[in-house]
């Protein structure tokens, strides 16, 4: 089992950037695939980028591809969304989670298959 602790949210203006981090703890976490989902207020929880035990293989919802990154250092037990050109809509709670299992690339978007879930950050972006 491995427990996920999220942090970097918080307030910022339009056009501008965070990084968000997520801590793992528990066992090891180069064993488990790294996703980051977000959840706005009346909405259902969406898929944002992910990224495989090694970190060589990354994958983005249409919605970020070339504003936000995805990276980990398995070293440090971390996994990273940097953000960048924030728009209002990216306004949500973002959470990492972790799946331990081997997947292709195009199946890291599928929220059904992460196990564990950290307890989200706050991002708001305003206009």
């Known amino acids: 089992q491995v427990q996920l602790v999220e942090s970097g949210g918080g307030l910022v203006q339009e056009g501008g950037s965070l990084r968000l981090s997520c801590a793992a703890s528990?066992?090891?976490?180069?064993?488990?695939?790294m996703g980051w989902f977000r959840q706005a207020p009346g909405k259902e929880r969406e898929f944002v980028g992910g990224i495989s035990r090694t970190g060589a293989r990354t994958y983005y919802a249409d919605s970020v591809k070339g504003r936000f990154t995805i990276s980990r250092d398995n070293a440090k037990n971390t996994v990273y969304l940097q953000m960048s050109t924030l728009k209002p809509e990216d306004t949500a709670v973002y959470y990492c989670a972790a799946d331990p299992r081997f997947r292709p690339t195009q199946d890291m978007g599928n929220i059904s298959l992460y196990e564990y879930w950290g307890q989200g950050t706050q991002v708001t972006v305003s206009s």
């Open positions: 528990g066992r090891t976490f180069s064993s488990y695939a």
